[in-house]
């Protein structure tokens, strides 16, 4: 165990900065990041775009290369910029659930070839595996045989959380996973992840400019702007107590798009 | 209904074969802003698309009168002369709006000036400053491709509201935009609607932005008119059980996990 981490922290970041050099000007995409993941947690991460959320999820696993900062996971330090070392313990899942998959292959031939070797026995092992998180994830078996294009939004969404599990990684990093989606499939993805982190101890960064969706599920919140941690804590004290005018601004705008209640 | 502008009576449209809308009926009046909301593959897009006159679909009964007149059928030069002038398009795809590698500048002025409408840098910086798009001589110097999607959006439909339409038809216009600027564009969109006159016919599955904008709302299931009301009526006092069951399912600030 790394010095200082906390006996369930399953992730934890430490001063992360990461600079773009884009024709000969610098964009400073996070400022001295640092933020901690516990076991069975949902760790929401707000803000517009731009604001560094997205590059964030990129780095922790391993899409991009610090520039310096250091991330931890199960007790060791992680190489930069290695997203198939990181891949042992967190899978990404993506917005654009279709781009995740190839789409000339059907579901189960990208499925198995994302199996952790040591987890797919030889048999009906694999399969059986493959069977029971379609079932956690609320999928049916015969979707198996479809390519991606014939899934419906929220069926692929998923396939690529249930692909992510079959890896044998417990923490999920979700970028917008739910923004393509429909209000009703939106909600039943939500309630997916708070199952699976009920049931499964599954802990999940959420990235989202939504902050409905992110009072509904995260138990801890950190709010993002231009590349800087803004603030950070329980969601409802955040929410319901901004410390930063910037907090409060996006919440403004929120509850702008606030639907009054059903009487 | 007075001064009643579009009027969509008893509309049955398909694909080929498969009927994508069933009897729709559906009247909007000068100025008003009517929301239509529905899950994608519901019909709400398929809906403006009959508006509009897109080849693609098949009117298969039922009429569309705007203005008093049958545009069901119209074709060429009647439909060139309303689409833009009388009835304003903004797609959901923004890049389908534009082409990517010429000024946003060049683009508009030709769009307004096939509309027999002149440039006037003012009123055009002006429409983009009240889309929370600032620095607009800058902007319309740039191309689509050097832009974001949201950007490109707005754009999309400022250049549709340059040409000042009766009607302004809008396909999910902030599916690309994050929640606060979502929220700016709606209400600026909303306030230039009101200011003009100009009535709103918006798909969408945000209720949100329904429930900011829209006097009245028609929610769209299965390619039927499940449920027409006033905003008011339909977010607090739903009638049909997918209604009820669409509010539920927004997630709302602070209500607890």
Known sequence: MQEGMQENCVLRGENIYKTYDRDSSITEALKNVSFYLQKGEILGIAGESGSGKSTLLRTVCGLEKADTGKIFAGGEELPAGDARYAGRYMQMIFQDAYASFDPGRTMRKSLTEFMAPEKSSPGGGSNERIL???????????????????????????????????????????????????????????????????????????????????????????IMKDGAVLEEGNTREVLERPRSQYTNELLAAARELELPEVK | ????????????????????????????????????????????????????????????SGRVLYDGKDITAAGGKQRRELLGREIGFVPQNPAGSFNPLRRYEAQIRDIMGSHGLTWDPEEVTEILEKLDLKEGKKLLRMRPYEMSGGMNQRMAIASAMLLKPRILLCDEVTSAL????????????????????????????????????????????????????????ILTAPREVYTKQLLMDVPRLGRGR
């Open chain 2, 1 to 60: 209904m007075k001064g009643e502008l579009l009027k969509i009576e008893h509309l049955t449209a398909s694909y080929g074969e498969e009927p994508v809308l069933k009897d729709i009926l559906l009247g909007i009046g000068e100025g008003e802003s009517v929301f239509l909301v529905g899950e994608s593959g519901s019909g709400k897009s398929s809906l403006l698309r009959a508006v509009l006159g897109m080849e693609n679909l098949t009117v298969v």
């Open chain 2, 178 to 233: 994050d929640t606060t600027t979502a929220a700016r564009v709606v209400k600026e969109l909303g306030m230039l609607c009101t200011q003009r006159k100009t009535a709103l016919l918006m798909a969408t599955h945000h209720l949100g932005i329904a429930a900011r904008l829209a006097d009245r709302i028609g929610i769209i299931k299965d390619g039927r008119m499940t449920e027409l009301g006033d905003t008011d009526r």
């Open chain 1, 132 to 222: 029971s998180l379609l079932y956690e994830t609320g999928l049916t078996a015969d979707l198996l045989d479809r390519h991606p294009a014939a899934l419906s939004g929220g069926q692929c969404q998923r396939m690529s959380i249930a692909r992510a599990l079959l890896t044998g990684a417990d923490i999920l990093l979700c970028d917008e996973i739910t923004s393509a989606l429909d209000v009703s499939t939106q909600a039943r993805v939500a309630e997916l992840l708070l199952r699976l982190k009920r049931q499964k101890g599954i802990s999940i960064l959420l990235v989202s400019h939504d902050l409905a969706l992110i009072s509904q599920l995260c138990d801890r919140v950190m």
